[in-house]
C-alpha cells in the first residue's frame, strides 16, 4: 500500500475573484490563510472581530496540482482521502465533478481511480458559505436555537459543523471553511481497513481479547499484543475468520489518574505483505453504576471493579480555527488537568470530535472521557432521512475512531437538549422547542444504536444532563442522572447554597473570571484596559456578564485597589465558587459521584468560566482544583450559629490513607488560642469526618468571644461571625505535609487582616527552583507570580500561617535564570489586593 501526502502546495481564492490565488496551508482554514496573507485583522485583539464577519459570507476554493506516480496509479484501489472538510464543499478533479460533502465532523474516502490521470492531475475544492444554505432550510422550517448571536446564524443546526463557531457565550463568531485535517491518497490492492478490540476480564483475573479486522483483501492476517516492544501475544488469522480471540494470563491493568497506572498495550494487524495497522489500548473494564439505592439510583463509574469518584472539567475546542491547534497545546493543557488531580474530562457537544494526539494524552493521562456527541444547545431536524443519514456517517465514524481507548468512559447524546429546547409532550415544532419524535429519531434511536453495534461495550447516555425516570423533563433529578446546576451563575444564589447539591453527579457549574493582566494587555490597548469599557465588555459574552462576576466579588471581598488587583479577585472569587461545590461533592461521596466544573479551557481571550486561559495560563482556579482534587483532602465546614468546625478527610488514593490532622485556632496576627491532633484513617474513595471543633468555646477559654453572631440573621444588618478567628486544619503523612485548609466565620471582606512580612527564600537544586514562603501574621491567598514572565507552580495562592511554612516548586518558567526568576518574583498578600 502506497500513501501519498497532499498536504502540501495549495492554493486558495475567492470564489468570487480568481485572479487572487494566494498559497493555502494545509491542514489549515480559510481565516488562517487570510491572517497569514494579512488580509483579514487578528479577531482577537480589541474589537476587531466584527472585521472578519465578512468571510463566513463568501465561498472559497482550495486548490492544487499533483503527479501521482505509475506505481500508484497501477493500483486496483486509489483512495483520496480527508479527515476533515470544514463543511458544504464539492470536489472536482481534473474539472470533473467527484462529489459534494457536508459534515466537518467525518472522514472521507473518495473512490477516485476513474478520475485520475498519468502526469498532472489537479484536485479543486470549492467551498460553500454555509449560510445561504442555513437561511433557505431555516425559512422552511425555524430550528429553536440558544445562543444565536447574529441573525445570520439562525438555521446553525442544519449544517454539521462546530457549533460554537457560529459564538457561544465564552467565544468569538468566526465560521469558517477549508481542508481542517490532512489529506492524503491511498493506492492499493489489499488493505487493512480498521479493526475491532473487545475485551472480556474474567473472574481469574485474565482478561480476553478478540480481535474483529475489517479487511479490504482476501488475506490471511496475523495480531500481535506487545507492552513496550515486546510481543505478549499472538496469533493467526484466516482469511475467513471474521476474528481471533487472545488471552493476556497476567494483566497489568489500566486506571484512572490518580488510583494507578496507565500501562498500554500495543495492537497490529498485519497481512503478509507486510502491511499493518496498529492501535494502543489498556486493558479495563469500565461500568457506569445505576443502581437503586436509598438516595434514589446512583449515577458511578466504576472502573476494574472500583468505584471511583470523577473529579473534573469540561472542555471546549481549544481554538476557533481547531486546524490551528497544536499538540504542545493539547500537552499542556491535559498535563494540568492530570496535575490538578482530575480523572474525568467532558468533551462538550457544542465543539469537535477531538484530535488524535488529544485522545493519545488522555490515555497516557489516565483521564477518562466523557464524549457528547456534537449536539448542544438547539434543535435538530430529527425528521429529515438525509440529515440523519449524514449524522449516522458521522457517528459511526467517531465511534469506530475512538472506541477501542481506554479513556473513553461515556458517549453522550447531547449537551442540555432536555432543559426545555425539546418538549416531550409536544408533537408540534414551535418557536421555542422541538417536538419528542425529532428528538428521539436521534438521541433514541440512531444514535443508542450506532454505540451498542460500533462499540458495545462503552455506555451512552442520551443528553447532559437527564432524568432516566420520572418526568424527562425535569433535567436536573436529584435522585437520579447526572445535573447542570447554574442556580449561583445564572440564578443569582449565594456560593454557599452549592453546599445544599444532593445531585448524583455534576457535570456542569461554573463561574466566570478575568484572566492575567498579561492575557488582557494582549488584546487591549492601554486606555482599554479597566473594568468598564466597549473592549472590556466586548470580550465579556455571557448575559449576565461582569455584573455578576462583580456582584459576587463584593460580596466576599472589599473593593479592589487597581485593575490588576480586580482581575484577581475575580479569580479568587471563581476559584472559591469551585472549592465550595467540590469540597462539598467530596464531603457527600457515595450520593454524588462526580462533579465537572464549567470549563477547563478558552478559544480566545476575555472574561470566561475557563480555568486555563488561551494562553495556557493558570488562572487561580486551576490551582485551587489542585488542592480540592488533591488525592487526600482536608476539608473544613463552619457552622456559624453553633460556632463550629467540622474537619473532614476525603481520600482517592487507591488505598486507605493513615495520617494525622493538626487543626489550630488563631487570630489573624497570628496568637494561638487553642491547637490539636487527631489521628486519621480513611478508606479509599470515602470521606470521614474527624472531628467537630467547638471554636466558640476554644475561642471563650482563649480569650473575648463574638461568635455566634455578632447581628442578627433577617436585619438587613450584614452577618459575620467572628472576624479575627481563623482555623488551620494540616494534614500530613508520616510528618509530611498533604493538604491544608482554611475555614474562618466571616467572609474574607470582614476578616482582620494586617500587612503581613513575608519571606520568601529560593533554592535551587537538581530537580528544579523552589521557594520557601513564612509570614509574621496569617496571610490566606498569597498569590505568586512573575513580572512580565510566565510560570506554573506547585501551588499558588497559598495560605500562610507564622510557624507554618511552605515550599513551593516552580514547575514551569519562562525565565531562563535563577537572577532573572529571582528579580521577577513577585508576591501579593490578599490585604494588599482590596481596600
Ligand atoms: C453550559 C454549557 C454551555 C455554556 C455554559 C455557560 O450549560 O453547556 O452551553 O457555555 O453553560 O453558559
Redesign the pocket.
Known amino acids: 500500500m502506497h500513501t501519498l501526502n497532499l498536504n502540501q502546495n495549495w492554493f486558495f481564492h475567492n470564489r468570487a475573484d480568481r485572479s487572487t490565488s494566494l498559497p493555502a496551508t494545509v491542514p489549515g482554514c480559510v481565516h488562517t490563510d487570510l491572517l497569514d496573507h494579512g488580509l483579514i485583522p487578528d479577531p482577537w485583539y480589541r474589537d476587531q472581530e466584527k472585521d472578519i464577519h465578512w468571510v463566513a459570507r463568501e465561498d472559497w476554493v482550495y486548490e492544487r496540482e499533483f503527479y501521482p506516480e505509475d506505481e500508484h496509479l497501477r493500483h486496483s484501489n486509489l483512495l483520496l482521502c480527508f479527515d476533515g472538510l470544514d463543511t458544504l464543499c464539492t470536489l472536482e478533479i481534473n474539472d470533473r465533478d467527484v462529489c459534494r460533502m457536508h459534515n466537518m465532523h467525518v472522514r472521507h474516502e473518495i473512490d477516485v481511480k476513474e478520475f485520475l490521470r498519468p502526469g498532472r492531475n489537479q484536485i479543486r475544492l470549492t467551498f460553500d458559505s454555509p449560510l445561504p444554505h442555513m437561511r433557505k432550510k431555516d425559512a422552511e422550517l425555524r430550528m429553536p436555537s440558544w445562543?444565536i448571536f447574529h441573525e445570520d446564524f439562525y438555521g446553525k443546526s442544519y449544517v454539521r459543523k462546530m457549533a460554537c463557531a457560529f459564538g457561544?457565550?465564552?467565544g468569538l463568531m468566526a465560521p469558517t471553511a477549508g481542508i481542517w485535517r490532512p489529506v492524503y491518497l491511498l493506492a492499493f490492492e489489499n488493505r487493512i481497513r480498521d479493526f475491532r478490540v473487545d475485551q472480556t476480564h474474567n473472574d481469574d483475573g485474565s482478561v480476553l481479547l478478540t480481535v474483529a479486522p475489517d479487511l479490504h483483501a482476501e488475506a490471511d492476517y496475523t495480531v500481535t499484543i506487545s507492552r513496550n516492544g515486546t510481543p505478549v501475544a499472538s496469533t493467526a488469522g484466516a482469511v475467513r475468520d471474521p476474528e481471533v480471540c487472545l488471552s493476556i494470563p497476567a494483566p497489568d491493568c489500566w486506571w484512572p489518574n490518580g488510583m494507578g497506572g496507565q500501562p498500554l498495550y500495543d495492537v497490529c494487524v498485519s497481512l503478509a505483505d507486510g502491511q499493518t495497522c496498529r492501535k494502543r489500548i489498556g486493558l479495563r473494564k469500565l461500568e457506569l453504576i445505576r443502581q437503586p439505592d436509598t438516595h434514589g439510583e446512583s449515577f458511578r463509574f466504576r472502573v476494574n471493579g472500583r468505584d471511583i469518584f470523577m473529579k473534573g472539567g469540561n472542555w471546549i475546542p481549544c481554538d476557533v480555527f481547531p486546524s490551528r491547534i497544536q499538540p504542545e497545546t493539547y500537552r499542556h493543557l491535559l498535563d494540568s488537568c492530570a496535575r490538578s488531580g482530575m480523572n474525568m474530562i467532558r468533551v462538550?457537544g457544542?465543539g469537535i470530535y477531538e484530535h488524535e494526539t488529544f485522545y493519545d494524552l488522555c490515555d497516557e493521562l489516565g483521564l477518562l472521557i466523557w464524549q457528547d456527541f456534537m449536539f448542544?444547545?438547539a434543535s435538530f431536524p430529527g425528521f429529515d432521512p438525509e440529515f440523519l443519514e449524514n449524522v449516522k456517517a458521522e457517528a459511526v465514524d467517531n465511534v469506530r475512531r475512538l472506541r477501542h481507548r481506554p479513556c473513553l468512559a461515556l458517549w453522550c447524546g447531547n449537551?442540555?437538549l432536555e432543559q426545555g429546547i425539546v418538549q416531550f409532550d409536544q408533537t408540534e415544532w414551535t418557536a421555542k422547542a422541538m417536538p419528542a419524535s425529532a428528538y428521539e429519531a436521534i438521541f433514541d434511536q440512531l444514535l443508542p444504536e450506532v454505540v451498542a453495534r460500533e462499540d458495545g461495550h462503552t455506555p451512552y447516555w442520551p443528553c447532559s444532563p437527564h432524568s432516566p425516570h420520572g418526568d424527562r423533563g425535569q433535567f436536573n433529578n436529584p435522585a437520579c442522572g447526572d445535573a447542570?446546576a447554574w442556580s449561583v451563575w445564572f440564578g443569582g444564589q449565594p456560593l454557599e447554597a452549592q453546599r445544599n447539591w444532593s445531585y448524583r453527579f455534576m457535570s456542569?457549574f461554573?463561574f466566570q473570571s478575568f484572566p492575567e493582566l498579561r492575557t488582557i494587555e494582549s488584546f487591549t490597548a492601554p486606555e482599554d484596559r479597566s473594568l468598564v469599557n466597549w473592549v472590556m465588555d466586548y470580550h465579556q459574552r455571557?448575559g449576565p456578564g461582569n455584573m455578576t462576576i462583580y456582584k459576587y466579588l463584593l460580596d466576599w471581598f472589599r473593593e479592589p485597589v487597581d485593575f490588576e488587583s480586580s482581575l484577581i479577585l475575580t479569580q479568587l472569587i471563581q476559584g472559591l465558587c469551585i472549592q465550595v461545590a467540590a469540597e462539598h461533592a467530596r464531603r457527600i461521596q457515595g450520593q454524588m459521584d462526580g462533579l465537572l466544573y464549567?470549563q477547563i479551557n478558552d478559544l480566545w481571550p476575555g472574561a470566561t468560566?475557563s480555568s486555563i486561559d488561551v494562553y495556557g495560563r493558570w488562572k487561580a482556579l486551576q490551582y485551587l482544583a489542585r488542592r480540592f482534587f488533591a488525592p487526600v483532602m482536608v476539608s473544613l465546614l463552619e457552622e456559624q450559629e453553633s460556632g463550629t468546625m467540622a474537619v473532614h478527610v476525603s481520600n482517592h488514593r487507591p488505598d486507605t490513607f493513615i495520617g494525622d490532622v493538626q487543626w489550630t485556632l488563631l487570630t489573624f496576627a497570628g496568637e494561638v488560642l487553642a491547637s490539636g491532633k487527631e489521628t486519621v484513617q480513611v478508606p479509599s474513595q470515602t470521606n470521614c469526618e474527624i472531628i467537630s471543633l467547638e471554636c466558640d468555646k476554644q475561642r471563650r477559654l482563649g480569650g473575648e468571644s463574638k461568635l455566634p453572631l455578632e447581628i442578627g440573621k433577617g436585619s438587613g444588618i450584614p452577618i459575620a461571625g467572628d472576624r479575627d478567628l481563623l482555623v488551620l486544619a494540616v494534614l500530613t503523612e508520616n510528618g509530611v505535609e498533604q493538604s491544608r485548609n482554611l475555614g474562618a466565620f466571616a467572609k474574607p471582606k470582614y476578616w482582620k487582616l494586617t500587612e503581613p512580612d513575608i519571606t520568601a527564600t529560593l533554592t535551587r537544586d537538581e530537580r528544579g527552583s523552589f521557594i520557601t514562603l513564612s509570614s509574621t501574621v496569617c496571610s490566606p491567598w498569597t498569590r505568586l507570580h512573575l513580572q512580565d514572565a510566565d510560570a506554573v507552580f506547585s501551588d499558588n495562592y497559598v495560605h500562610l500561617i507564622p510557624g507554618f511554612p511552605l515550599t513551593v516548586r516552580v514547575e514551569s518558567c519562562s525565565l531562563e535564570s535563577q537572577d532573572q526568576l529571582e528579580s521577577a518574583l513577585r508576591i501579593t498578600p490578599l490585604v494588599d489586593l482590596f481596600r
Request: some cysteine; hydrophobic content about 40%.
Open positions: 445562543n457561544w457565550d465564552w462538550w457544542g448542544a444547545c449537551n442540555e447542570h456542569e461554573g455571557s464549567w468560566w
